[in-house]
């Protein structure tokens, strides 16, 4: 006979679920940090490849990373 082990989707103590949660957020932070600095940073031939307009990448770039 075979056990298998049960692991809860979402922790229940309330600790762990804010440290989780506030982890998640501050990835999140961060990514969106990241790609608005390399936004920014791209020419007019790289935004075009990736199908962006000059001025709607600079408002993405400018757009502070807690802003979604």
Not at 4 to 28: G, Q, V, Y
Not at 53 to 62: H, S, V
Request: charged share 30%; proline share 6%.
């Amino acid at each position: 006979m075979t056990r298998s082990l049960t692991i809860p989707l979402l922790p229940t103590n309330p600790l762990t679920r804010f440290a989780r949660d506030a982890t998640r957020t501050l990835l999140t932070w961060d990514e969106r940090r990241r790609s608005r600095l390399h936004l920014g940073r791209m020419d007019g031939h790289m935004l075009r490849d990736i199908g962006l307009e000059q001025e709607a990448a600079l408002r993405e770039a400018q757009k502070p990373f807690w802003r979604g």
